[in-house]
Each structure stands twice: as structure tokens, then as C-alpha cells.
């Protein structure tokens, strides 16, 4: 049964673990960005990129995307990150070889089924395909096709998404693995996880308790985080209580010299 982040037994957890040495980690669409239309379009409100500013400079933040690292990148130019990573955990690392071959023939043969196909757009991010449908004026017809096409590829990863199919290498590291490798890489002690769809799960399935707070961005029946946000706008609200919960001297000050009403 997920609990609700910002009730006031979540806020307690989330005080808690800011002050342990924590990595912060965010997705990226639907999670920092609201979901459009058009993923191009996609961008963080501006109440939220500057939130998560100043919670970079106060905790080791990364961002675990499924964009890849290069697309995610021109979002954070200003926010000093620790890690950027993309490709659903694939970058920034050196993968095998093997894998961009696969994307390759992987594209080729999904764009003869499905080329014809009216609102179907297959992204290539090079180590892994996005095959978007949320154009598609006929979602099941394209679900099926799309389905039926990807059946047909091997050592393939498949993971449905919202109005998008990915397909990655089998075997190749997810947002689980990546998460642990920035957690041991900053020498933190455990993470917080924000996350909103099906690849987030690598992460939620991890089940280390301790080690992982996880929550995903609307409640579900079938996600194995623990803890859940209402929707997107909520993640200013989560923000701020990262933000609270580490306080600077110069917060503090400001608070002090404000004038009381
Ligand atoms: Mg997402």
C-alpha cells in the first residue's frame, strides 16, 4: 500500500533522510517536467527548475532520464548537477559495442512495419528506441502493430512507458543499477528516488530499505515504491521540504532580519 510523501508521517521520513548522507534523484519527464504533446516541448516550470537549484547546491543531486544524455543535458546547463544520466541508465557509461548495432537493425526493421503507420514516431537515442504513439489518432490499432513488431526483435528489452514503447539491449544496465552506481560513486549512504513511470520501477524494485527511499509521482496499485506524490505539480512541494529540512546559516539569517508581522 503506498503512503502519501507530503502527509505529515511522510514529511517526518523525508526530514529524516535529509539529514543522512543522502544523493537525491530525480526522472525527468513527468517528474521534473510536465508531461505535453510533444516530448520536444517538454520543459521544467520555472518555480521548479529554480527549487531544484538550490537543492543541487545543497544536496548531490542527479537526474536518471530515458532522454538521451545529450537531449537531457540542454535542461540542466545551469544546475550543478553530480550526475546527468540518460538512456534509462545506459549513459554515461561505456556499453558494448554490440548494443548501438542492434539499435541499428532494430530501427530499420520497425520502420518497414510500422513506417506507415499515422502518429507512430520511433525516437533513436542510439543505445535504446523510444516508439512514441501519443500522435496516434488510434492508439489500440497502434499499440497492436507496434507490439506485434517489437515480438519480432531479439535479445530485446521491452518496456511499455506512457503513450511510448521502449526497446533496450536485454541484459543492459537500468535506472536501478545507475542509481546505485552514483549512490556509491558520491560515497552517500542511501537516495531518494522521484519517478513516474515504468522504467522508474528498475529503481523502486531495488527494495532496499535503508538505503532507498522511493516515490513515484501519482499513486498506483501496481509500483513498488513505498511512498507516492499526487501528481506532478507536487514536486515544488517536495522540493521545498528538501529544501527546508537543510537550512542554511544564510536562510536563516534572512528569516531573522525579515520583519515580523
Ligand atoms: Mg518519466
Not at 6 to 24: P, T
Not at 190 to 212: C, I, K, M, N, Y
Not at 223 to 250: G, H, K, N
Request: net charge positive; proline share 4%; with cysteine.
Amino acid at each position: 500500500m503506498m503512503r502519501p510523501v507530503l502527509s505529515r508521517e511522510g514529511r517526518e521520513v523525508l526530514a529524516q533522510i535529509a539529514w543522512a548522507n543522502v544523493l537525491v534523484a530525480f526522472d525527468y519527464d513527468g517528474t521534473l517536467a510536465p508531461i505535453v504533446d510533444d516530448p520536444a516541448r517538454a520543459t521544467m516550470r520555472r518555480g521548479t527548475r529554480g527549487l531544484l537549484a538550490r537543492v543541487a547546491e545543497r544536496y548531490p543531486s542527479a537526474v536518471i532520464s530515458g532522454r538521451a544524455q545529450h537531449d537531457a543535458m540542454l535542461s540542466f546547463s545551469d544546475i550543478s548537477l553530480c550526475a546527468l544520466i540518460g538512456n534509462h541508465g545506459l549513459e554515461p557509461w561505456r556499453n558494448p559495442d554490440d548494443y548501438e548495432v542492434r539499435v541499428r537493425r532494430w530501427r530499420r526493421l520497425l520502420e518497414d512495419r510500422l513506417g506507415n503507420l499515422k502518429g507512430v514516431v520511433i525516437e533513436d537515442k542510439r543505445l535504446s528506441l523510444a516508439i512514441h504513439y501519443r500522435a496516434s489518432r488510434e492508439k489500440k490499432v497502434a499499440v497492436a502493430a507496434i507490439r506485434e513488431a517489437v515480438a519480432g526483435l531479439s535479445s530485446v528489452r521491452v518496456i511499455s512507458g506512457k503513450q511510448v514503447v521502449n526497446v533496450l539491449p536485454y541484459g543492459a544496465p537500468h535506472k536501478g543499477i545507475a542509481l546505485q552506481r552514483v549512490r556509491d560513486q558520491q560515497g552517500c549512504d542511501t537516495a531518494l528516488f522521484v519517478g513516474d513511470d515504468e522504467t522508474d520501477e528498475d529503481v523502486f524494485s531495488l527494495d532496499q530499505p535503508g538505503r532507498l527511499l522511493g516515490v513515484r509521482v501519482g499513486r498506483s496499485r501496481t509500483s513498488r515504491a513505498p511512498y507516492y506524490l499526487a501528481d506532478q505539480d507536487a514536486i515544488d512541494e517536495l522540493l521545498r521540504v528538501l529544501l527546508s529540512a537543510r537550512r542554511t546559516s544564510a536562510d536563516m539569517r534572512r528569516e531573522s532580519d525579515a520583519p515580523t508581522a
